[in-house]
Nanobody, 125 residues
Framework: QVQLVESGGGLVQAGGSLRLSCTAS????????MGWFRQAPGKEREFVGR????????YYTDSVKGRFTISRDNAKNTVYLQMNSLKPEDTAVYYC??????????????????WGQGAQVTVSS
């Protein structure tokens, strides 16, 4: 079993930055691809981005390209989501998730095996 815990959420003004961390315990995530998703009130959970097991490839949804960056430190069993130029429409609960299939581009929530509890990000206008 893998337990994932997100941290770093909060309230920020539009144009500001936040960095979310997702720390794993229970087993190493070095072989897992890691994804970030978000869910705004009244909306479905949506894919934000993904990093492959070795950090060699990252993928992002169009709305965050150029603003968000995913990185990972396998030695720390941690994945990061750096969010810059935040917009009010980025307001959501952000979740990290682990995918046993360590490579490729997978956006479906059904592809991910473990989930964190979520971190609230609120962007004020």
């Amino acid at each position: 079993q893998v337990q994932l815990v997100e941290s770093g959420g909060g309230l920020v003004q539009a144009g500001g930055s936040l960095r979310l961390s997702c720390t794993a315990s229970g087993r190493t995530i070095s072989n897992y691809a890691m994804g970030w998703f978000r869910q705004a009130p009244g909306k479905e959970r949506e894919f934000v981005g993904r990093v492959t097991w070795n950090g060699g490839n990252t993928y992002y949804t169009d709305s965050v390209k150029g603003r968000f960056t995913i990185s990972r430190d396998n030695a720390k069993n941690t994945v990061y989501l750096q969010m810059n130029s935040l917009k009010p429409e980025d307001t959501a609960v952000y979740y990290c998730a682990a995918d046993l299939a360590g490579g490729g581009f997978r956006t479906s929530i059904l592809s991910y095996d473990y989930w964190g509890q979520g971190a609230q990000v609120t962007v004020s206008s």
